[in-house]
T-cell receptor, first 113, second 107 residues
Framework: DTGVSQDPRHKITKRGQNVTFRCDPISEHNRLYWYRQTLGQGPEFLTYFQNEAQLEKSRLLSNRFSAERPKGSFSTLEIQRTEQGDSAMYLC???????????FGPGTRLTVT | GIQVEQSPPDLILQEGANSTLRCNFSDSVNNLQWFHQNPWGQLINLFYIPSGTKQNGRLSATTVATERYSLLYISSSQTTDSGVYFCAVERSGKSTFGDGTTLTVKP
């Protein structure tokens, strides 16, 4: 079991560009979560999948943000027309079907210049 | 939504001291987890504790769900315990984190 992986680990982009992050959950974990964390705060929930279905979506997830999990395995989070306020750590977590205990990946740190 | 408050926000200890971190939440929840965030940002699972008491080495945790709080105890603290401790509560798949307690253990 290799744990949750995220790619890339760091991303620097210019304002207005689109970015896409990938998350690979622990194998056989059917739930997958995305969070955003800014300096000095706890992670903020963005969205949650059970298999390929997106079951919850935060109001934080504006129409510039979209997440997919097409085959119920890996997931992608896309941010369109990035803004400086999008600079943050983006965290992914997964959990097994019989438990809501979440395991986190190392995160993708986004810097928008 | 559910509010999660952690206290104290900052804690400075001498190595070998004991400490108690608290997490209060505003509504009933299905699950509660404690995490330690290392300097590189990785969240490390400490306890998955919707209710009751668990122990793991020098760390233990107690959740009293009916009174909407959880406590994390660290005994005989070490410098490697330094970092930010978060509690997170979950209901209907959505998790809410507190803002954390930043622990500094001095040698």
């Amino acid at each position: 079991d290799t744990g949750v992986s995220q790619d890339p680990r760091h991303k620097i982009t210019k304002r207005g560009q689109n970015v896409t992050f990938r998350c690979d959950p622990i194998s056989e974990h059917n739930r997958l979560y995305w969070y955003r964390q800014t300096l000095g705060q706890g992670p903020e929930f963005l969205t949650y999948f059970q298999n390929e279905a997106q079951l919850e979506k935060s109001r934080l997830l504006s129409n510039r943000f979209s997440a997919e999990r097409p085959k119920g395995s890996f997931s992608t989070l896309e941010i369109q027309r990035t803004e400086q306020g999008d600079s943050a750590m983006y965290l992914c977590a997964s959990s097994y079907k019989d438990s809501y205990e979440q395991y986190f990946g190392p995160g993708t740190r986004l810097t928008v210049t | 939504g559910i509010q999660v408050e952690q206290s104290p926000p900052d804690l400075i200890l001498q190595e070998g001291a004991n400490s108690t971190l608290r997490c209060n939440f505003s509504d009933s929840v299905n699950n509660l987890q404690w995490f330690h965030q290392n300097p590189w940002g990785q969240l490390i699972n400490l306890f998955y504790i919707p209710s009751g008491t668990k122990q793991n080495g020098r760390l233990s945790a107690t959740t009293v769900a009916t009174e909407r709080y959880s406590l994390l105890y660290i005994s005989s603290s070490q410098t490697t315990d330094s970092g930010v401790y978060f509690c997170a509560v979950e209901r209907s798949g959505k998790s809410t984190f507190g803002d954390g307690t930043t622990l500094t253990v001095k040698p």
